[in-house]
């Protein structure tokens, strides 16, 4: 097992008003050390940090109350990161960063996959972990924390059976309620305001993430698979993310007018 490097508090305190401050951050990993380092960095940010050995355990203490944000190595026994996360996933749509080891390249795409909103790869500065961590609960608190006074302009998207509440991050295909992640919300929300339109790789990286967070092309198709397996599980027949390959998706419905 890797461990992390260079662990040292940050110099710069980030404004009152960062969302990650106060947030609970759950770590869950096998390896004590490295446990020890991330709960660290973590507290020396103003976080508060339950730490974890034991995904099974994790899972039952994120039913009871869930943390804003988890923190899952993939390779841990008994159970591993990404079936945890198949299990987390029936229950709750918290922000999930994967933490991989440079050669587990399979494991990043399937964690994606199944609902991961990001990954980082071993060893890696707490610099950069707390980073992320600001970027998706930003990211979480935007899409959440509607003022009251704006809902009324804010409203909801329809096409055909599609129905998107952006004020109460709710989604619903032929009435039939689709659960969605803060990334995989964004991404239908872009694809969906605007029905016949191409959307590219880096435009949806844009909407999806923020400006300081690297992402490659397979993440965003990660994404986009996992909302077409969300959408198929209420639809078997549904096909309005089409794929243009080369380019990037678009939303589309059958006899629709595009443009």
């Known amino acids: 097992m890797q461990h992390l490097t260079d662990i040292a508090p940050p110099e710069v305190a980030e404004p009152a008003d960062d969302p990650a401050e106060g947030a609970r951050i759950a770590l869950v990993d096998d390896d004590r050390a490295v446990l020890t380092a991330m709960a660290l960095a973590l507290r020396n940010e103003g976080l508060e940090v339950e730490t974890f050995t034991d995904a099974r355990l994790a899972l039952d203490a994120f039913r009871k109350r869930g943390p804003d944000l988890a923190i899952l190595d993939v390779r841990m026994p008994r159970m591993d990161g990404l079936e945890m996360l198949r299990q987390l996933r029936r229950f709750s749509t918290m922000p999930v960063i994967f933490l991989t080891s440079r050669d587990e390249e399979l494991d990043e795409v399937l964690g994606l996959r199944l609902g991961a909103d990001d990954y980082l790869r071993k060893p890696f500065s707490p610099r950069l972990l707390v980073e992320r961590i600001r970027a998706h609960l930003r990211r979480q608190a935007m899409s959440a924390a509607v003022p009251a006074a704006s809902a009324q302009t804010t409203p ?101 007018a595009e443009g």
């Open 156 to 256: 909801p998207i329809e096409r055909g059976p599609l129905r998107m509440d952006p004020n109460r991050h709710a989604v619903a295909w032929f009435g039939a309620p689709v659960v969605l992640t803060v990334t995989e919300f964004l991404l239908l929300q872009s694809l969906a305001q605007r029905p016949g339109f191409v959307k590219t790789r880096d435009q949806l990286m844009d909407v999806a993430y923020d400006e300081d967070t690297y992402v490659d092309d397979r993440t965003i198709d990660s994404h986009i698979k996992r909302l077409r397996k969300k959408f198929r599980a209420v639809d078997p027949d549904f096909a309005a993310i089409e794929t243009l390959y080369g380019i990037g998706y678009r939303f589309s419905l059958p006899g629709s």
